[in-house]
């Protein structure tokens, strides 16, 4: 995995090769949701119990949320977790099966 060092803070993992695609589409499919419903960044924190950092962090490509952290976004936005892989809704989904 490779480092980053940033100047005023301390070094930390970040996300190399596919793990930084995966990142990257995560914080990608995080800031449309986050668009279309016109919220902060605080409002998310706020509503799913985790920090503003974490959640800009997510947003930013610099780390990939487990389960239970994409559990509680999909909850706040309401939609499923596959959401943030597939950048598709349940319906949306259902309607490209047909």
């Known amino acids: 995995m490779a480092r980053i060092t940033w100047t005023d803070q301390p070094k930390r993992n970040v996300p190399a090769?596919?793990?930084?695609?995966?990142a990257a589409h995560i914080g990608?499919?995080?800031?449309?949701?986050r668009q279309k419903l016109q919220v902060s960044?605080?409002?998310?924190?706020?509503g799913t119990g985790l920090s503003n950092a974490f959640i800009c962090q997510i947003e930013n490509g610099q780390s990939?949320?487990?389960?239970?952290?994409?559990?509680?976004l999909a909850r706040f936005f309401d939609v499923d977790t596959d959401y943030f892989f597939s950048g598709l809704?349940?319906?949306?989904?259902l309607a490209?099966?047909?």
């Open 41 to 46: 960044m605080r409002a998310v924190a706020a």
């Open 96 to 98: 490209q099966s047909e």
């Open 28 to 33: 990608q499919r995080l800031n449309t949701a």
């Open 17 to 22: 090769g596919e793990a930084a695609e995966v």
């Open 64 to 72: 990939i949320p487990p389960a239970y952290t994409l559990l509680r």
């Open 89 to 93: 809704t349940y319906t949306q989904r």
